[in-house]
């Protein structure tokens, strides 16, 4: 049975006093809430350590990632964050691939290979993710797209590293846009990638890997996602920066 996992992805979103509310309310929500899902928020980094010694004096579940993190292990990299640094101030997860990282940072099959290694050997779990962009999915290429960005990437890891990453099927032209894939859209492009890694890891890595959903869920659309066979949780932006929202979602996944 995979555990459902609601992750917010806050972005370049909300200064210090603005987090700590949202964060603050997230606490008080899973403690006067019976929760039985996992709930994660990606928050810029530099917020992440209060967030540990925040979760740890009141005893919360709540999981904390950092939004990406270097390919290198350390050294004269200006600007960059080391896996051991974010691991080291308490997050458990860490988004690798991102598409908006992909696209306006460049970021190579190869340099995200690397960020998984830099993650895992942290002991952070990757949320590895992959999406076709508009282009792809009209001219019908959506497999043949996360098919090379899996095979290049997340596939070459042993099945024991493998087991750690979360993937998380991100349509771009879904993400902030307002547009989200239909349920079906959704529940076919994660069969298909549970597919791919039976193929490469077998039947019971497959059934174990939790495969994320990733594009304007929001309240509205967030049930019928969810109950989605194949969809084992969300990755939700816009939507995780209100309480409310974030909350509404946590509670149609149960
Ligand atoms: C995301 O950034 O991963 C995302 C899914 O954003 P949104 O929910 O705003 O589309």
Same mark, same amino acid.
């Given at each position: 049975m995979r555990k459902t996992l609601i992750a917010g992805n806050w972005k370049m979103n909300l200064d210090w006093d603005e987090a700590m509310t949202l964060f603050a309310n997230l606490v008080k929500l899973e403690a006067e809430n019976h929760i039985n899902v996992e709930v994660a928020v990606f928050p810029p980094s530099t917020y992440l350590r209060h967030f540990y010694e925040l979760k740890k004096g009141r005893n919360s579940g709540l999981g904390i990632g950092a939004q990406d993190c270097s390919a290198?292990? #350390?050294?004269?990299?200006?600007g960059e964050t080391a896996a051991s640094m974010i691991a080291s101030v308490g997050a458990q997860y860490i988004l690798v691939g991102h598409s908006e990282r992909r696209e306006y940072?460049?970021? #190579?099959n190869h340099s995200l290979s690397d960020k998984v290694i830099q993650a895992l050997k942290y002991g952070l779990s990757p949320v590895f993710c992959c999406g076709e962009k508009l282009e792809d999915r009209e001219n019908e290429n959506q497999t043949f797209v996360i098919d090379n960005q899996l095979d290049s990437t997340?596939?070459?890891?042993?099945e024991e590293d493998f087991s750690k990453v979360i993937i998380a099927y991100e349509p771009v032209w879904a993400i902030g846009t307002g547009k989200t894939a239909s349920p079906e859209q959704a529940q076919e492009m994660h069969s298909f990638i549970r597919g791919l890694v039976q193929s490469r890891y077998g039947h019971d890595v497959a059934e174990k890997c939790r495969i994320l959903y990733g594009g304007s869920m929001k309240p509205s659309n967030a049930k019928e996602l969810l109950s989605q066979p194949d969809v084992d949780g969300g990755l939700i932006?816009?939507?995780?920066?209100?309480i409310k929202e974030f909350a509404q979602i946590i509670d149609s996944s149960v």
């Open positions: 290198h292990e #350390s050294g004269a990299y200006t940072h460049n970021e #190579s997340i596939f070459n890891l042993s932006g816009g939507a995780s920066l209100s």
